[in-house]
């Protein structure tokens, strides 16, 4: 009887895996586009290295906690979401310095 149900419970499991390959597809998404969004704006230079280096460890540090997880709880899954909504905005600001800074040095200087 016993092997019968550890048998039961393996192909369950095997099962549950196959159906949610993917545990987080909106955080996966999520850091598909930043990490995307980064390299395109390092080389259009929109951010300079130092900027996309530091928003890249921050994606790479999101990637590792969702990685490291088996399963991802829902406290896990917000505090991943606010952590990617923290380095859009922060993508954001650097990408309005770098306008900034960019506007101010085309001026003609007198």
Known sequence: MKPR?????????????IAEPDAAPFINKQIKELTKQIADDLATGKLTQ???????????HVKNVENSEPSLTPRTRKDLREDLSKITKDLERK??????????SASPTP
């Open 5 to 17: 149900i550890f048998s039961l419970v393996m192909v369950i499991s095997f099962a549950a895996a």
């Open 50 to 60: 130092p900027d996309a280096d530091e928003l890249n460890q921050a994606v790479e």
């Open 95 to 104: 990408e309005d310095q770098s306008k900034a800074l960019n506007a101010a």
